[in-house]
C-alpha cells in the first residue's frame, strides 16, 4: 500500500498496525489489524493520527499530494501534530 491507502485504511478500519514493507519502492506500507501476531517490527497507528493525516491530505491541492506521498510518513506525522499545537 502507498502512504495515502494506509493512512485511509487506518482511518477507516480504527488503529492498525504498520510497518514499512521490505525491499520495495520506499513509502510502501504492510497493514495489519492491531492485536493480531507478532508485533516486532510493527508500529501502531491510530485513527486521531490517520484522522489527521486525511484531513491535511483532502487540504491539498493535486499537485502537493504527489508530494504528500513522497514524503517519509514519520516526518507527515510529526509536521501534523506540530501544527495542531500550534493552532
Not at 482511518?11 to 514493507?21: D, E, F, Q, T, V
Not at 519502492?25 to 508485533?39: H, M, Q, R, T, Y
Request: net charge positive; with cysteine; charged share 20%.
Amino acid at each position: 500500500m502507498t502512504t495515502v491507502q494506509a493512512i485511509l485504511h487506518v482511518h477507516a478500519n480504527g488503529c492498525s498496525l504498520m510497518r514499512p514493507r521490505k525491499g520495495e519502492v520506499p513509502n510502501e506500507w504492510d497493514v495489519k489489524p492491531a492485536f493480531s501476531g507478532n508485533k516486532r517490527g510493527w508500529f501502531y497507528m491510530d485513527a486521531q493520527t490517520a484522522n489527521m493525516l486525511v484531513t491535511v491530505y483532502n487540504a491539498l491541492s493535486e499537485e502537493h499530494r504527489a508530494k504528500f506521498n513522497r514524503i517519509p510518513l514519520m516526518r507527515l506525522i510529526d509536521f501534523g501534530w506540530k501544527h495542531v499545537k500550534a493552532a
